[in-house]
Structure formats: structure tokens, C-alpha cells
């Protein structure tokens, strides 16, 4: 089994910040983590990708965060942050961790966290 256990998240007005963090655990190693990063989505609207770091240490970001937001490189493999500047009211969504993970029993199996809700205020 694997764990996603994000923390973080919450209110704040226009350019505000605020730092999301992912931890995975379970059946895995930090060597067997393919790709993990954050994912957002609002009601009515496909989930979409924010920001994915992978096994090699490349890191991308959609175009509407770039400049904003930051996968700091100082983490542990297998935890993941995102740190969040200049807010804006349309950066509201219900933020997801996701990683491709090897274990066992799968190879390249998608996982996600429970999602955390963040709030930006005009």
C-alpha cells in the first residue's frame, strides 16, 4: 500500500503565500518514485497538473504558475513541497499530491493524495 499524506493549504487574500507539502510512505522507496508533484482542480473542470519533479530531478511547471510557484530541490526523494507566492484569486482549487510509484506488486502505478483545499481572496 501507498501513502500520500499531504499538509498545508488554507486562506489567503492576493498576493499572499502559502507552502504544500507531500510525504509518500508505504511499500515503497524514494528510488521506486517515478515522478511525484501537485495537481489542482475546481469544481466542473478536468484536474490539472501544477508542478512535477521527477526521478532525475527535472522539474516542471504549467505556464499559469511559472515565475509563482516552487518545488524547492531541498527535500527529501520522497517528499515533494510546493511553495506558492503571489497568489491569485484563480489559483483557488483543491490542491492534489500525485506520484507514479514502482512497488512490488505494479510497475508505474498512479497515486493520489486526498487533496487539500486552498482559498485565495481578491
Known amino acids: 500500500q501507498v501513502q500520500l499524506v499531504e499538509s498545508g493549504g488554507g486562506s489567503v487574500q492576493a498576493g499572499g503565500s502559502l507552502r504544500l507539502s507531500c510525504t509518500v510512505s508505504g511499500t515503497v522507496s524514494s528510488d521506486n518514485i517515478i515522478n511525484i508533484g501537485w495537481y489542482r482542480q475546481v469544481p466542473g473542470e478536468d484536474r490539472e497538473l501544477v508542478a512535477s519533479r521527477s526521478r532525475g530531478g527535472i522539474i516542471n511547471y504549467a505556464e499559469s504558475v511559472k515565475g509563482r510557484f516552487i518545488i524547492p530541490r531541498n527535500t527529501a526523494d520522497e517528499t515533494v513541497a510546493l511553495q506558492m507566492y503571489n497568489l491569485k484569486p484563480e489559483d483557488t482549487a483543491v490542491y492534489f499530491c500525485?506520484?507514479?510509484?514502482?512497488?512490488?506488486?505494479?510497475?508505474?502505478?498512479?497515486?493520489w493524495g486526498q487533496g487539500t483545499q486552498v482559498t485565495v481572496s481578491s
Open positions: 500525485g506520484a507514479r510509484v514502482n512497488t512490488p506488486w505494479s510497475v508505474g502505478a498512479f497515486w
